[in-house]
């Protein structure tokens, strides 16, 4: 659990705001605070489509992206970047692995869990708990898929899995919402953050 907080604060954190600075200009204070009513659905919610309405609002209005990035960005970002799923998916099997007794994954290995885990993240639902699911995908991509070992330890991280799918769900609509951002103002979009 600690693993994965740490590994979503930083992303959250550290990283989606300095791409936003990097790609806009744009101060990441006023994007948290334009976006601060969609972060609070996602994290009630853990889930990407039930935010989706209220993230539109807050790009629309509070931020100021036109309607036509909007409506095109915004869905895409909902359906497929799931950044902070994928890092759940990597952190979660590699913890399975290290639990297990005898099983040692090779560097090969683990890139093909970090590619596995990419794809099953971009293939997720925008539901709760739909990463804890996709991670069978990866464990079969390793071949511990049926592990009775791997089953168990993926039932126990069930028992934590609703704050981490809180925490995921924000780090992902945050995500999008950069990333709605970034494409605006590379249309040409430049009257943004006006009304905060």
Do not use: W
């Not at 744009?26 to 990407?48: C, D, I, L, Y």
């Not at 209220?54 to 970047?81: H, Q, R, W, Y």
């Not at 592990?147 to 609509?173: C, E, I, S, Y």
């Amino acid at each position: 659990m600690i693993t994965i907080a740490s590994g979503l604060t930083i992303h959250f954190a550290i990283v989606l705001p300095l791409l936003l600075f990097l790609f806009t200009g744009e101060s990441p204070m006023k994007h948290g605070r334009a976006m601060m009513s969609a972060m609070a659905t996602a994290f009630s919610t853990s889930s990407s489509g039930a935010t989706l309405p209220v993230t539109m609002d807050c790009i629309e209005n509070n931020v100021g992206v036109s309607n036509k990035v909007t409506s095109f960005v915004l869905p895409l970002g909902a359906t497929i970047n799931m950044d902070g799923t994928a890092l759940y998916e990597c952190a979660g099997v590699l913890f399975i692995t290290q639990a297990i007794p005898g099983i040692d994954l090779p560097f090969s290995a683990q890139l093909v869990v970090v590619i596995t885990a990419f794809l099953a993240s971009v293939g997720a639902a925008a539901v709760p708990s739909a990463g804890l699911v996709m991670i069978f995908i990866v464990l079969n991509a390793v071949g511990l898929g049926d592990h009775p070992t791997a089953a168990l330890l993926v039932g126990t991280m069930l028992a934590v899995d609703r704050p981490l799918d809180m925490f995921r769900t924000v780090v992902n609509v945050t995500s999008d919402s950069i990333g709605t951002v970034v494409v605006a103002k590379s249309e040409g979009e430049t009257d943004l953050y006006k009304a905060i």
